[in-house]
């Protein structure tokens, strides 16, 4: 699914754009020389969502951000925030704040100096009293009370981070842009911040925009994703829409776990979508996409709609065990059939309470359940 298709679905979701949003992207492109960075985005970012880019190293999310920001000027194209063309507009003249993955702080300034720092450079100048009311409220709000003298070299990634937030959101913007923000905290700490953004952004009733290349992340984080390849937006949609309804390949594949099956399609009068395999298998499932009548497709099951059973399944397959992988909460299993290979198989951990989980090299059988399957384009 291009952009346009995209936000057109997205628009008849909302009335047809009757309230305006807080920020558009209007066929914009940003070309680098001859390497084309950005092409044709068309987005509408709502007052009030938490919005996330999502892609690979490359795929132009970043540089969507920073023209929003107005770090970069689009090639072709309108970026307009509250209803206004800013394309020209300097980043300090936007009611936009950006967190930055580095945090960007300055080390020889306090938390308090750091985080008052954008309210200092305003013109006309602003009240020292209500700059430090401001800076008291920021910290509050981000659980910082109490730090106000310390320097940042003394504060621990979590809190460096934390700092960062305070100083964008004192500012009180429109748009809070976030640069994969999260991505030098280790695992415990980013699950714990990343409840912390969704409850600020709660809390502020402030739109935000995260660019990341973790998929758990966007997926936990937004109302809205947009994921992006090679300078596109190839779908945009709820974190739930997307993960049961990938329109391609690679949205699947990008968001979460799938298995993936090749084969030809085809499509009965009924609407009906089979594929059939190598060495005859064949198998029903839902169409998803712009997927031909008939022609190569392929079959994509996620892990965990799999079922796994040492006694045989009516319209089963029989599969052979080749690894066990305990991670807490569930075992992961990778299997192999004759003729589609290997298949991977999440089993929660209260299935195998009582039982034996499944070893190297024993028979077993698997089936999904009906609706599981979905067949879409291969590319």
């Not at 558009?24 to 919005?51: C, N, P, Y």
């Not at 970069?72 to 300097?90: F, K």
């Not at 940042?152 to 009180?172: K, Y």
């Amino acid at each position: 699914m291009d952009s346009q298709a995209s936000q057109a679905e997205y628009d008849g979701d909302f009335g047809s754009g009757a309230i305006r949003p807080v920020a558009e992207l209007r066929g914009v492109s940003k070309s680098f020389g001859e390497v084309l960075a950005a092409q044709d985005l068309t987005l509408r970012i709502e007052a009030g969502e938490f919005l996330s880019f999502l892609g690979p190293s490359g795929c132009g999310k970043t540089t969507a951000l920073r023209m929003l920001a107005g770090f970069e000027t689009p090639t072709s194209g309108e970026v307009l925030i509250d209803g206004e063309r800013v394309n020209d507009l300097a980043p300090y003249r936007r009611p936009v704040n950006m967190v930055f993955q580095s945090y960007a702080l300055f080390p020889h300034l306090s938390v308090a100096d750091n985080v008052s720092y954008g309210l200092r450079q305003r013109r006309p100048r602003i009240e020292r009293r209500t700059i430090q009311d401001k800076v008291t409220r920021a910290l509050e709000t981000v659980r910082l009370t109490g730090f106000e003298k310390r320097r940042i070299w003394e504060m621990s990634g979590g809190q460096q981070q934390r700092v960062a937030l305070a100083r964008a959101i004192v500012n009180e913007p429109k748009l809070l842009l976030l640069d994969e923000p999260l991505a030098a905290l280790d695992r415990k700490l980013r699950k714990e911040m990343q409840i912390e953004l969704q409850d600020l952004q709660r809390q502020l009733g402030i739109t935000f925009v995260l660019v990341t290349h973790d998929q758990e992340e966007a997926l936990s984080l937004s109302d809205r994703i947009c994921v992006m390849r090679a300078g596109r937006i190839v779908q945009i949609g709820t974190p739930q829409d997307l993960y049961d309804n990938p329109q391609s390949r690679y949205v699947a594949d990008f968001v979460g776990v799938s298995n993936f099956f090749d084969g030809a399609v085809f499509i009965d009068a009924g609407g009906r979508a089979r594929l059939r395999l190598a060495g005859g298998l064949e198998f029903e499932g839902r169409a998803v996409g712009d997927l031909a009548a008939e022609g190569e497709a392929c079959l994509s099951i996620r892990p965990e709609q799999i079922r796994l059973s040492r006694e045989p399944l009516e319209g089963g397959l029989e599969v052979v065990v080749q690894n066990r992988i305990f991670l807490g909460e569930h075992t992961e299993y990778l299997v192999r059939h004759a003729v589609l290979g290997p298949v991977i198989a999440l089993a929660p951990r209260q299935s195998e309470i009582g039982a034996s989980g499944f070893v190297q090299g024993e028979r077993a059988w698997i089936d999904w359940p009906d609706g599981a399957a979905l067949i879409m384009r291969r590319i």
